[in-house]
């Protein structure tokens, strides 16, 4: 039987509400598309410890406080994943590729120009209805007076 894979994925927002997408290497699973950073859970570890040692590992990033957005079972051909899916509001430091790959942020709106992971879909769709990106939205400042 095939295993079950499981796997933290942070959604990581930014002050502009921009969210930080990185690139799949071309030799990875799913590979030479785009994904939210993170990876497969040590057997010791809990789902929070392997969310903040992926983000460390992957983009340089220190959560501070992330909450659950979503839980995806998805079968592949080759695999089965079980994504827990985290959005992560407040961090340190500046995101960078840790592992060579190439990392942006995006608006919501620029997301769909992007090729996912087929488990990915229901990320998406759960982000387009998350309160915390439109309340991020409306609460940016405005243009400044003049
Ligand atoms: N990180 C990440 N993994 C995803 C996403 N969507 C998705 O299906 N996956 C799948 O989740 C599995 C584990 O993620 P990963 O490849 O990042 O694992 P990892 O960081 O431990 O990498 P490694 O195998 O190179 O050590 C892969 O099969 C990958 O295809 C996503 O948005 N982000
Ligand atoms: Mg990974």
Redesign the pocket.
């Known amino acids: 039987m095939m295993s079950q ?1 499981q ?3 942070g959604v990581v927002i930014n002050e502009n509400a921009e969210i930080l997408i990185a690139h ?1 290497r071309p030799d ?3 590979g030479d598309l ?7 859970r040590e057997p010791s570890e809990s789902r929070e410890a392997a969310l903040t040692r ?1 983000l460390f ?2 983009v340089g990033i220190n959560v501070i406080s992330a909450t659950e957005l979503t839980r995806i079972r ?1 079968d ?1 051909a080759d ?1 089965r ?1 079980t ?1 827990d899916v985290w959005l992560v509001t407040e961090f340190d430091g500046e995101a960078h590729g840790r592992e060579g790959q190439k990392i942006k942020w995006c608006t919501l709106a620029a997301l769909a120009e992007h090729d ?5 879909a229901p ?1 998406i769709t759960a982000l387009q209805q998350c309160e915390q990106l439109s309340v991020s939205r409306k609460e940016k400042p405005d243009l400044p007076v003049e």
């Open positions: 894979l796997v933290a994925v799949r990875q699973h799913q785009w994904e939210f950073p993170g990876g497969k992926e590992e992957e998805h592949y695999r994943v994504l996912f992971p087929a488990a990915n990320i």
